[in-house]
C-alpha cells in the first residue's frame, strides 16, 4: 500500500487567466496530482514543451511559470524554424518527490499523461526541470498521451547551437577570426556549458570557467588551461564573451554597467531580469544574443529525431543558429534596434501577430 500526500490547494488562482491560448488545470485525488498545462500558441504547430516537476509556493506561482515558459517555447520554436508552437507543464510537487522507479511516481505521471492524452496531441510533453526519461514513459506508455522520450541527451546538440551563435556575434564584431584569441567566460559548467567552454577553447578562445560545484569548474579549467573564478563574480569578469549556462536573470538594469564583455551569448533561460535590459546592454555597446535563440540546438535535435533526420542533418539544422544569429545582428543593426527587438520582429512575422517581450 503506497501513500500520497495532496499537495494542500491553495486559495488563489490563475493570476492571467488568458495570458495562454489554453490553460489547463489537472486534479487526481488518487495519485495526488495537482498539474497545469499552458499551451501558449499553436499557429505554427502543436505545443511542445517540457514538464516541469518542482514545488511552488501557490497555484498562481505554478501557472505563471507554466503560461511564461510556454510564450518562451513559441519563441524558440518560431525562431529555430520549427513547426511546433509553445506549450510547458507544471506538475506541483508538495514534500519530497517519489523516487525514480517506484510505482507511485509511475502512477503520477500515467495519470498526467491521461490528462495530456485529452489535449488529441496539442501539447507534446518532454522532459524539464525535474522530470526524467521514465516519466515521459509512464506518460506516453501508460497514460497514452504523445510525447517526446528520445534517449538522446540535447545538451551536448543545445552547447553546439551557443557556440555557433557565440561564434557568429564574434564574427560580426570582429570579422572571420570569430573567436580566435577571445576571452570567454562560462557560468556554469553543467551539461551544456562545460561543452560551450570546450568547443570555444578548440574555436581558439581562452576560456574561463566558474561553477558553484568549484571541483567540477576547477577540473575543467585545468583540462582547459584556464582559471576557474568566483561563480557570482563572473559576469562581471573581464572578458570579450560572457556566456551565461547556469541561472537566469543574472542580467539586471542595475549590474549593466559592471559587465565588461562585449557578447553576451549562452543557454540559461530568461538571461534578462527584464526585457528592458536588452536596450540598456544596446546603449553601453554590448551584444545580447537572445536566450531562445541560442539555446535553441535541443529542440532542433529532438525534432530531428522524432522527424528521422540522419545525424548531418540534424548538425546542419543546429549550425543553422549561427546563421540566424549573424542575420539577427545584421537586422538589429541596420534598423538600429536591439538583437532581442529583431528576434520579435521575426517571430511576430512567422506568428502573424505582434509578439511582445
Ligand atoms: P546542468 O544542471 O547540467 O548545469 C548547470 C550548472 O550550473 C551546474 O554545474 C551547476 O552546479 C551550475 N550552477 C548552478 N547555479 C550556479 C550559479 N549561481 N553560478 C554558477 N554555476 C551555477 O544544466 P544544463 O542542462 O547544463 O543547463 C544549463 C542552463 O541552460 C539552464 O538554465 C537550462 O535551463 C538551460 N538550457 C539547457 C538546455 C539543455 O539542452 N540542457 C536547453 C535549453 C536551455
Redesign the pocket.
Known amino acids: 500500500m503506497t501513500t500520497v500526500t495532496t499537495p494542500t490547494p491553495t486559495s488563489d488562482g490563475i493570476a492571467e487567466p488568458w495570458a495562454s491560448e489554453q490553460t489547463i488545470t489537472c486534479r487526481d485525488e488518487r495519485t495526488g496530482l495537482r498539474a497545469i498545462i499552458a499551451i501558449d500558441d499553436t499557429t505554427l504547430g502543436p505545443g511542445f514543451g517540457g514538464v516541469r516537476y518542482r514545488a511552488y509556493p501557490s497555484t498562481t506561482a505554478a501557472a505563471r511559470e507554466a503560461q511564461r515558459l510556454a510564450a518562451a517555447m513559441t519563441l524558440k520554436h518560431a525562431l529555430a524554424e520549427l513547426p511546433y508552437g509553445g506549450g510547458k507543464s507544471v506538475v506541483m510537487l508538495d514534500g519530497e518527490a517519489p523516487a525514480p522507479g517506484s510505482p507511485q511516481r509511475r502512477a503520477l505521471f500515467a495519470r498526467f499523461g491521461e490528462m495530456i492524452a485529452r489535449t488529441a496531441g496539442t501539447y507534446i510533453p518532454g522532459v524539464d526541470m525535474g522530470t526524467l526519461l521514465e516519466d515521459m514513459q509512464a506518460i506516453r506508455d501508460e497514460g497514452g498521451a504523445r510525447a517526446f522520450c528520445d534517449e538522446v541527451s ?2 551536448p546538440f ?1 552547447a553546439r547551437g551557443v557556440h555557433a551563435a557565440m561564434r557568429a556575434a564574434a564574427v560580426h564584431h570582429h570579422g572571420e577570426g570569430g573567436l580566435a584569441g577571445a576571452q570567454v567566460v562560462v ?7 562545460a561543452e560551450v567552454a570546450r568547443l570555444a577553447h578548440a574555436d581558439g578562445a581562452r576560456v574561463t570557467v ?4 568549484t571541483a ?1 569548474a576547477e577540473a575543467l579549467a585545468d583540462e582547459l588551461g584556464g582559471a576557474a573564478i568566483d ?1 557570482e563574480q ?1 559576469p562581471f569578469h573581464p572578458a570579450d564573451v560572457f556566456s551565461p ?4 536573470r543574472v542580467v539586471t538594469r542595475d549590474n549593466v554597467a559592471r559587465i565588461p564583455a562585449r557578447i553576451i551569448a549562452g ?3 530568461d538571461t534578462l531580469d527584464e526585457p528592458g535590459c536588452a536596450q540598456a546592454l544596446r546603449e553601453a555597446g554590448v551584444t545580447f544574443v537572445p536566450d531562445f535563440v541560442a ?1 535553441a540546438g ?1 529542440v532542433v535535435q529532438v525534432h530531428g529525431g522524432v522527424s528521422g533526420w540522419s545525424e548531418g542533418e540534424t548538425l546542419a539544422a543546429v549550425d543553422r543558429i549561427g546563421e540566424r544569429v549573424g542575420e539577427l545582428l545584421a537586422t538589429a543593426q541596420t534598423q538600429e534596434i536591439t538583437p532581442l527587438a529583431a528576434a520579435l520582429q521575426r517571430a511576430s512575422a512567422a506568428l502573424g501577430r505582434q509578439v511582445v517581450a
Request: aromatic share 0%; with cysteine; glycine share 16%.
Open positions: 540535447p545538451s543545445t557560468q556554469g559548467v553543467g551539461s551544456v556549458g566558474a561553477d558553484v560545484d567540477r561563480p563572473a549556462c547556469a541561472v537566469a543557454a540559461a533561460n539555446n535541443g
